[in-house]
């Protein structure tokens, strides 16, 4: 029965529409103008990483006066274009200390340094959080979710680690384009990993269900990683208030955008 039945069904949609009409939301743009349309709704979504974003700029001008040798990324102007995604909400840093610079280091600089690095590290990682959690709607009660912010710690510093390895691939021909392509898979895969953390899945658990969701959705994803990529560099790469303004502005869109595709494909 069914074969001819459901051929002659003009209720049915055709098989190729199916993943369409099951999730409508998903495009490039349906992602995108839902998630800016809920921070216009919800104008409090961004606070979070406003105060974030002035405290990565206060680190970024004390640490580019002290004595320590710092890192600095390539900025417009510097180099023909980049990417500046971290597989989680956040802005683009000017300085940045790599482990090398704390060999032999005296305790007051050590402390300080280590100091400078974990607040900025925590003022990203907790307005990720709040922002997220206010997104999905998981802090609407009077408490917010806080067991969800260690697990959401443990992403940013696997993401963090994650990161940092794929820059072994730089300066390497063939292999960084091997790199950056294994670079863009993951980004896709993890995508709604942020979101999927504060509504209550495990670190194990979410990665998982992330690379599920992203599965036949990758060019809206990967058009979301690039446009994000690329607004934080081009914004990050203004004078003095560059940090500022990619935190502000690209790091709440992508938290919501990561909340949009999530309810759009779960």
Do not use: C
């Not at 269900?209 to 992203?214: D, T, V």
């Amino acid at each position: 029965m069914s074969a001819d039945a459901s051929a002659g069904n003009p209720s049915e949609p055709p098989a190729e529409n199916v993943a369409h009409e099951r999730f409508p939301g998903t495009s490039f743009s349906g992602v995108l103008g839902k998630s800016v349309a809920r921070i216009v709704t919800d104008p409090r979504l961004p606070l979070p990483f406003v105060v974030a974003g002035l405290v990565l700029t206060a680190v970024g001008r004390l640490r580019a006066r002290d004595s320590i040798p710092t890192t600095t990324p390539d900025l417009a102007g510097d180099t023909t274009v980049r990417i500046a995604y971290h597989f989680y909400p956040t802005g683009l840093r000017v300085t940045g200390t790599r482990l090398a610079a704390l060999v032999d280091l005296e305790p007051g600089y050590l402390a300080w340094v280590v100091g400078s690095e974990l607040a900025a590290f925590f003022a990203v990682s907790v307005a990720g959080w709040l922002t997220l959690s206010r997104a999905t709607d998981a802090g609407s009660g009077d408490r917010l979710p806080r067991e969800r912010l260690a697990t959401y710690l443990g992403l940013v510093v696997a993401a963090r680690l994650l990161f940092q390895s794929f820059a072994v691939f730089d300066g390497l021909g063939l292999f960084a384009v091997v790199g950056l392509v294994a670079f863009a898979v993951v980004s896709v895969r993890l995508f709604a990993a942020p979101a999927l953390v504060v509504t209550g899945l495990g670190l194990r658990a979410a990665v998982r269900e992330s690379a599920r969701r992203s599965v036949g959705e990758g060019a809206t994803v990967f058009g979301l990683v690039v446009l994000f990529g690329l607004s934080a560099w081009l914004l990050g790469s203004v004078p003095v208030v560059g940090t500022l303004l990619s935190t502000a502005v690209v790091a709440p869109i992508h938290a919501v955008a990561a909340v949009v595709f999530a309810e759009s494909t779960g």
